[in-house]
C-alpha cells in the first residue's frame, strides 16, 4: 500500500497517488514477464515450478497493486 505523508487537498496528491500505483502495476508487468521468460528459455526439469513460483510473485504484485487501486478511488469519492 501507498500511503502519503500530504493530505488529498495537496495539488498533486491524487497525480501522486495514481503514479505509484502505476508503478506497482508496472512492476507485476515485469515479474510475469520474467515468469513467462523461465519457460520460454528454459527447458530444464524444474522450468515449471520455478515458472509456478515467479508467477505467483507476479500475480501477488498484481493484487497488491489492484487493491491499492481500490484504496485510490474510494478515497477520491471522500
Given at each position: ?11 498533486h496528491f491524487w497525480d501522486d ?9 508496472r512492476q507485476a508487468d515485469l ?48
Amino acid at each position: 500500500m501507498v500511503i502519503s505523508i500530504f493530505a488529498p487537498s495537496d495539488e498533486h496528491f491524487w497525480d501522486d497517488q495514481i503514479n505509484a500505483n502505476n508503478e506497482l502495476f508496472r512492476q507485476a508487468d515485469l515479474l510475469d514477464e520474467a515468469a513467462y521468460r523461465i519457460i520460454d528459455q528454459d527447458q530444464g526439469p524444474d522450468a515449471w515450478t520455478r515458472f509456478s513460483e515467479a508467477k505467483a510473485r507476479a500475480d501477488a504484485q498484481r493484487t497488491a497493486a489492484y487493491q491499492d487501486w481500490m484504496r485510490i478511488k474510494r478515497a477520491m469519492k471522500k
